[in-house]
């Protein structure tokens, strides 16, 4: 079984209670992910989290993971020191909210039910890294989430739950972040709901693309490119607070935010 967008979960708000969790997360996805775990009837000593060192996207996780006493660890997936308190803990679910290391396979296999992660996009479209700028870039107009269970390789495992945005013309990376989290987030009970009664979910279909971790065009606009990428490339490369698209041009480095900045930046080298 697998939903696309339709699935409203019914289930009870305690379904969660005795459950362990491993949380595999960072930044705003995992943050708000454990507050629907909370709402889930999970209780903080039945979550493991793994995350990243509190940097100005992740420290509110960190933050709240100490408030609420949450053991955690910011050693990487594949240290020995994480792989060790993931076997003590022995998970019922590994769930993965925008983590940003690799899982072995080891610990995919560990929980009693299943791993299952959140990606940005609709699987088997833009597997791998910055799917979100990646799909303005492209020129896309509509965009989306997919929960799916877990293999060794990225974003190939059987899907769960996947939901679908229209992009807006305007649209920003930082925009369509927020778009995505919002509505994912509320299905994961739905999701978790589908892992408890083991869902076999459905296999991807369809033309596959992956991006690997890297900067699209190391965040630089190409002069000869025509207006439209310009503006789309613009808008992929704004999220606050990194650095904008940028324009070198004569020795000069503008930071670009807007076609306004861009046509001003062209006519400041021109006019020099």
């Known amino acids: 079984m697998c939903e696309r967008w339709s699935h409203v979960w019914s289930g009870s708000v305690s379904n969660l209670r005795g459950r362990r969790i491993l949380l595999a997360g960072y930044g705003l996805p995992a943050e708000y992910g454990l507050a629907v775990l909370f709402g889930l009837g999970a209780n903080p000593r039945d979550v493991l989290l793994f995350t990243e060192p509190p940097d100005a996207r992740n420290k509110g996780l960190v933050a709240a993971a100490e408030l609420r006493n949450i053991t955690f660890t910011t050693s990487p997936a594949t240290t020995e020191v994480a792989r060790l308190m993931a076997r003590k803990f022995s998970p019922d679910i590994l769930l993965c909210l925008h983590y940003r290391r690799r899982i072995p396979r080891d610990l995919l296999d560990l929980p009693r039910f299943s791993a299952v992660n959140l990606h940005p996009s609709l699987l088997p479209r833009y597997r791998g890294v910055y799917a979100v700028p990646w799909t303005i870039i492209q020129g896309e107009r509509k965009t989306g989430f997919s929960f799916h269970y877990m293999e060794e390789t990225f974003d190939t495992g059987?899907?769960?739950?996947?939901?679908?945005?229209d992009i807006a013309s305007d649209e920003t990376a930082f925009s369509l972040f927020h778009r995505q989290i919002t509505a994912a987030l509320p299905m994961l009970p739905g999701v978790l709901d589908m892992v408890l009664h083991r869902a076999p979910g459905r296999a991807q279909e369809g033309k596959a693309s992956y991006f690997e971790r890297r900067l699209p065009y190391d965040g630089r606009i190409?002069?000869?490119w025509p207006d439209?990428?310009?503006?789309?490339?613009?808008?992929?490369?704004y999220f606050p607070p990194f650095e904008p698209a940028l324009l070198e041009r004569d020795g000069h480095i503008f930071k670009i935010r807007t076609m306004s900045d861009y046509h001003a930046a062209v006519h400041a080298r021109a006019g020099a």
């Open 158 to 165: 059987r899907l769960l739950l996947q939901g679908e945005l």
């Open 228 to 237: 439209d990428l310009v503006d789309r490339f613009i808008r992929a490369m």
């Open 222 to 224: 190409d002069p000869s």
